[in-house]
């Protein structure tokens, strides 16, 4: 017979059930123009996938990522959340993340993912060196994952200028990696805005993504008018994107 505990964790490990009883169909639709190369999407809102992230998290989330098969949107979040809040080794979860990356397939897993990956703060050494090769990969949300946990946790005195040299060579053509790339780069602007702005006047950055960068910047609400206006200067007539 079953004691209380383990019926509390088999309940845990219903996912699907969970996610199925607290499946929006507006907020589905909504989704599905947010994320539209999505796997399938039952419309589950984020505060509710965190509390169940946290849960299995806190129970045996070893057997949950071994044995749990996702198939729907909202249960790959949940995979890459519980990489980031289980307890774990280092060495452990970077072998988790490493597993967890091909599995990425739009930009709400791989920045959701990404955010939680908290640990990084205290192991910067080690993750630094574990993206490097993402930052090369043929494939577009490996890009992008590296480029997002770059801006989320590198962008800092010590590799800053590494990073600006990084970004200039990334020449994946996929949408998602440039916009990480542009993402990234208006981060750094307003973190370091006089390195930033020397090599916004130099790079080797597509049309495409150099717009883009320039765009973000001057959507941020840290940018003063005065720069918002020099930075449009720098605008290539090659690309109609931007305004």
Request: hydrophobic content about 40%; overall charge negative.
């Amino acid at each position: 017979m079953k004691t209380n505990k383990e019926k509390d964790i088999e309940e845990k490990f219903n996912t699907y059930e969970q996610l199925m009883a607290m499946a929006d169909p507006q907020y589905q639709a909504f989704s599905l123009k947010l994320v539209p190369n999505a796997d399938p999407v039952l419309g589950v809102r984020m505060p509710i996938i965190r509390k169940i992230s946290q849960e299995i998290a806190n129970n045996d989330f070893r057997k949950w990522l071994s044995e749990y098969e996702c198939t729907f949107h909202e249960e790959t979040l949940i995979r890459g959340l519980v990489i980031g809040y289980a307890a774990m080794e280092v060495e452990e979860r970077l072998e988790c993340i490493r597993e967890f990356i091909p599995k990425i397939q739009n930009w709400a897993v791989c920045d959701s993912f990404c955010s939680q990956l908290k640990f990084t703060s205290k192991h910067k050494d080690q993750v630094w060196e574990f993206v490097q090769p993402y930052l090369n990969s043929k494939y577009e949300f490996e890009v992008r994952f590296a480029v997002v946990m770059s801006l989320c946790y590198f962008i800092d005195e010590q590799h800053i200028k590494q990073l600006l040299s990084i970004f200039d060579q990334i020449t994946h053509d996929g949408y998602y990696a440039k916009m990480a790339v542009a993402w990234a780069i208006s981060v750094c602007y307003v973190t370091f805005p006089e390195l930033t702005r020397s090599f916004l006047t130099q790079d080797h950055l597509d049309d495409f993504t150099h717009n883009k960068s320039l765009q973000k910047i001057t959507e941020s609400y840290r940018i003063s008018t005065d720069e918002k206006i020099f930075v449009r200067t720098l605008k290539r007539k090659s690309n109609g994107n931007f305004q």
